[in-house]
């Protein structure tokens, strides 16, 4: 029984050194039939374990430990004589009475098997010379008159053991246990009371005003261990006072303990307090304990209360598992530790200064030859580069949260407008930078709002329309080229391009013999003053929104493009960089001036080679593979009036913006570089073309370009008709 | 045979109120104003608790307390002290002096009561 | 305190005609002590004057009963007053003093 709990295991030993005592001691009256040691001794034990086995409920040991106690008691008191009989009788009865404490021990409730029952019926017979009247009944009944066990309680298995250890001076002190025996009658039922005095010491040293009683009590209550333990409140400088709970409280504890919020980690202590299967003075006084110990392998808090018989091991066990699946619990949920957003600023910026100061580093190694070194600085800049992606992913948060708001949003709207919506999140663990996500709400809440002030219809037209009565607003976000991908659409009834187009000559935006084709149109929503419905609603406004919008998503390097389809719905596409602190930059040079192209815009770079490409130099386009291309000179378009003089080799640099494609010309490429973006003075926050700056390794600073504002002019310079084809 | 209790306070008013409550739980009651007053008292009776207050005049319950653990027929007497939150020092010398049982003022009486039933049940 | 009549079979009889507390515990033992003669084989207890028992008193005679045990005598309590059986009964101690207890008829408790 490996999990036999301790009270059961001093038990079984005790119940082990009584019977072996009783052997001996019946040995020895074979020899001296009158020593009244031996007898006392043979008594004790047949008695001792009568006692402790009551306290543990093991009725059927009772029951038979009774029979031989009052044998044995008439024995002493003179009233039959010991012969040679009886010896080998109670000699038998001891060993039964271990077959008996076996069972109990290890088939804990079960019944007592047949043989034993036999046996236990013959060898009463052999003790009182009659048999039992009635058999185990009766001595059954006789056990119940003698301890009194209300049939109620009559599970005494059920009880709580209260174990008390006097101290010296209790009774001078006035605290008389009878007294608090007394007041806990009034909580409940006493069973069984074994009263021992271990240190009691020769009659002639015993000062009676010293108190040497422990007791152990038996108890069954229904009160609270805190209850039970406030009885003996004025004892507990006088007294060692230890309560175990019942087995049956054992399982409530249990329970309890397995019903604990798992919201925090609390100690072993706490947690037993919290249950009530511990009092705090007792955790206290076993801390105490636990810190008086020198030894260095000081036993852990749980194995103390289990030692002392404070608690059950069960219990203890479940406390622990609870502690831990606590633990692992919290655990997961701390591995996000919250940061002042202004250190993580801090931190990447330092990283970016490391990674100027790691450019220049090459710079340096570069510049002198330094073939040795040039291992070291490889490995460095490699390192650098990780850091700085680390950094940057401790910025990066998902933006299902922000999309999730939305849910709200949509049931409270479409809620007020009479409309059915249903709110569908794709992507949602797509990552970018918070500085991104911040900003990025208002644009998103504007456009939700739209779609469902102007986009979903009511149930009745859609009904009408053949459509499903329930409109449908989608919230996808993917990664797309080192950018991130932020998609709205519904369902709904789509723009109308000649609505658009009507509104757009009347403002004057185009002219009413202007060729746009359908994408052109749909941007016009974009432009200031543009609203396609005449009656602005309270919740998107009136059609100041979109270019707003739009001058938002620029300002974080983005872009925002919209497809729609009449009848069919509208999808508002929205590129943006997942950080707005570094980029990869590739590095080209026009003029003697220094250009950083974002890497991931770069589809690729040739050579530009008049007499391969068809070179339109008047339009500015190039046919590249069978494509038109528009291309830009970078000398020319930031230095309008400088007469510029060809090198003799120039590349072409093929950049992507979404769907449109230009070309670069540039005097010289430098290749891949980290860039760390520095945002221009306010001074030159509108120049053309120009996203930022960036300090090279050189301490030249170089300008970051805007490309998709470039491919805009480059397309403007080309021929229009071209520039369409090519989208956007 | 009922139990008797001796109540040392020099509020008369609180003397009034437990001693109704004691005396209908069961118990007898002796009452004595202060330490001195109760010393008095402790002669040819038998008392099996004394519940006194501490600051009191004439004699404190502290002084009082040492004296009673003097009396060859009242030494092991269980005192309970009557203190408030703020008297932890003269608890503490309380519990020196011989008295292991307080209860804190204010108090209700089925506080006291219970806290008396712990030592001596009526 | 004490009343004693001693028969000549050994038979030594008190009867405690006082409180059996922790005030007179100490003069109580010693009085018992001096009647633990080797001749003794039986010492009879008369407790229907003890009015009161604490624990004191119950140790006594717990002791008293653990003695009689080890020098082979006899301990018999007779007449428990309604004080001595109220302790017996709490602590369930009648089957381990293993005497006969004559519950009075006017006995207070149930």
């Known amino acids: 029984m490996s999990d036999m709990n301790p009270a059961l295991e001093t038990f079984s030993q005790e119940v082990d050194e009584l019977l072996t005592a009783m052997e001996e001691a019946l040995l020895g009256l074979e020899g001296a039939p009158d020593d009244a040691d031996c007898i006392n001794s043979i008594f004790r034990a047949m008695h001792t374990i009568k006692g402790s086995s009551g306290l543990f409920g093991f009725d059927d040991v009772v029951a ?85 066990v209300d049939p109620n309680t009559s599970n005494s298995s059920d009880n709580w ?110 947690m037993l307090v919290e249950i009530g299967a511990l009092t705090e003075k007792e955790v206290a006084n076993t801390l105490h304990e636990q810190r008086e110990d020198d030894d260095a392998e000081a036993k852990p808090l749980g194995e103390r209360l289990v030692e002392k018989n404070i608690l059950q091991q069960p219990v203890i066990e479940q406390a622990l598992k609870k502690q831990e699946a606590v633990k692992q619990k919290i655990n997961k949920e701390s591995n996000y530790i919250r940061v002042d957003a202004a250190k993580l ?115 009745e037209v859609r009904v009408r329309a053949g459509k499903p009565e329930k409109g449908t607003i989608q919230l996808n976000a993917y990664h797309d080229s080192g950018r991130i991908v932020i998609q709205i659409s519904d369902d709904g009834k789509g723009l109308d391009p000649e609505r658009i187009v009507a509104k757009a000559i009347a403002k004057g935006l185009i002219k009413p013999d202007q060729v746009l084709s359908k994408s052109e149109i749909y941007s016009l929503i974009f432009e200031p003053g543009l609203s396609t419905k005449e009656e602005a609603s309270n919740l998107s406004g009136r059609g100041v929104g979109m270019d707003v919008v739009k001058r938002n998503i620029e300002a974080l390097r983005g872009s925002v ?24 930059g590739f590095m080209v040079e026009a003029q003697q001036e220094r250009y950083i192209i974002p890497l991931s815009m770069v589809e690729e770079c040739v050579e530009m080679n008049s007499d391969e490409w068809q070179i339109d130099d008047v339009q500015h386009y190039v046919n590249l593979r069978g494509q038109v291309l528009p291309y830009l000179r970078l000398g020319d378009f930031f230095h309008n009036n400088k007469k510029h003089t060809r090198t003799q080799r120039e590349s072409l640099v093929v950049v992507r913006f979404g769907e449109a494609k230009a070309g670069f010309v540039v005097d010289e490429l430098h290749g891949e570089n980290q860039t760390v973006i520095k945002p221009l003075g306010k001074l030159f926050e509108n120049l053309d073309g120009i996203g930022g700056a960036t300090v090279l390794g050189s301490g030249d600073v170089a300008l970051i370009l805007d490309v998709q504002g470039l491919i805009h002019h480059a397309k403007k310079r080309a021929n229009p008709a071209l520039a369409l084809l090519s989208g956007v | ?67 009673v653990k003097q009396l060859d027929h009242y030494k092991f007497t269980p005192i309970i002290m009557l203190t408030t939150e703020m008297e932890d020092d003269k608890k503490r010398a309380a519990k020196e002096a011989g008295a292991k049982a307080w209860v804190t003022k204010p108090f209700q009486p089925p506080i006291l009561l219970a806290a008396i039933a712990k030592l001596v049940l009526p | 305190m004490t009343a004693k009549a001693k028969k000549n079979d050994g038979t030594v009889q008190l009867a ?84 006969p207890i004559v519950i009075p008829a006017n006995w207070k408790k149930s």
């Open chain 1, 64 to 148: 038979f430990t009774h029979e031989a106690e009052t044998v044995l008691d008439r024995v002493r008191n003179g009233e039959r004589l010991i012969d040679a009989e009886l010896i080998s009788v109670l000699l038998a009865c001891k060993d039964h009475t271990a077959q008996l404490i076996q069972h109990v021990l290890f088939n804990e409730g079960e019944p007592l098997p047949e043989a034993l029952q036999q046996q236990n019926q013959a060898l009463i017979v052999r003790l009182t010379g009659a048999p039992a009247a009635g058999g185990m009944p009766s001595t059954q009944e006789e056990k119940a008159d003698h301890f009194e």
């Open chain 1, 561 to 584: 493009s919209v497809d729609s389809e009449l009848g069919q719905g509208t999808s508002v596409t929205i590129h943006l960089p997942l950080t707005l602190a570094i980029i990869d």
């Open chain 2, 1 to 67: 045979m009922a139990k008797t209790i001796m109540i040392v306070d020099d509020s008369a008013s609180m003397r009034q109120v437990v001693s109704i409550a004691l005396k209908g739980a069961g118990y007898e009651v002796i009452e004595a104003c202060d330490g001195k007053d109760a010393l008095s008292k402790l002669t040819g009776v038998k008392i099996h608790l004394i519940v006194s207050d501490i600051n009191m005049p004439v004699m404190d319950g502290i002084t009082f307390v040492k004296a």
């Open chain 3, 16 to 99: 405690i005609k006082d409180d059996m507390t922790i005030y007179n515990a100490e003069s109580l033992k010693e009085t018992l002590l001096g009647y633990f003669h080797p001749g003794t084989r039986e010492l009879q207890l008369d407790l229907s004057a003890v009015t009161e028992i604490d624990s004191a008193g119950l140790q006594l005679l717990l002791l008293l009963k653990a003695e009689a045990q080890k020098r082979g005598f006899t301990l018999r309590l007779l007449r428990h007053s309604e004080a001595v059986i109220e302790v017996f009964e709490l602590l369930k101690l009648g089957m381990y003093f293993g005497d």
């Open chain 1, 345 to 459: 600023g801090y931190l990447i910026n330092l990283v970016g200064e490391l990674v100027i100061s790691g450019a220049a580093m090459r710079l340096m190694v570069d510049k002198h030859g330094l073939s040795d070194v040039d291992d070291v600085a490889s490995t460095m800049s490699h390192l650098v580069e990780d850091i700085r992606d680390t950094a940057l992913q401790l910025r990066m948060v998902q933006i299902g949260e922000t999309f999730t708001r939305f849910q709200r949003v949509v049931h409270d709207v479409s809620k007020e407008l009479g409309k059915q919506i249903q709110l569908q999140i794709t992507g949602g663990e797509s990552e970018l930078d918070k500085t991104v996500v911040e900003k990025i709400n208002d644009p998103l809440t504007h456009l939700v709002r739209n779609s469902l002030d102007h986009g979903i219809e009511s149930p």
């Open chain 1, 161 to 270: 053991v209260i174990s008390l250890a006097f101290k010296k001076d209790a009774l001078r002190n006035g605290m008389d246990p009878l007294s608090f025996i007394r007041y806990l009658q009034t909580l409940g039922k006493i069973i069984e009371v074994i009263i021992t005095m271990p240190a009691l010491p020769r009659i002639e040293d015993m000062v009676p005003e010293d108190c040497y009683l422990n007791f152990k009590i038996a108890f069954n209550s229904s009160a609270d261990k805190k209850t039970i333990e406030d009885v003996f409140e004025f004892a507990e400088d006088d007294c060692d006072i230890h309560i175990l709970p019942p087995n049956s409280r054992q399982e409530h504890y249990v329970q309890l303990l397995a019903n604990l919020p798992e919201d925090q980690v609390k100690r072993l202590g706490e």
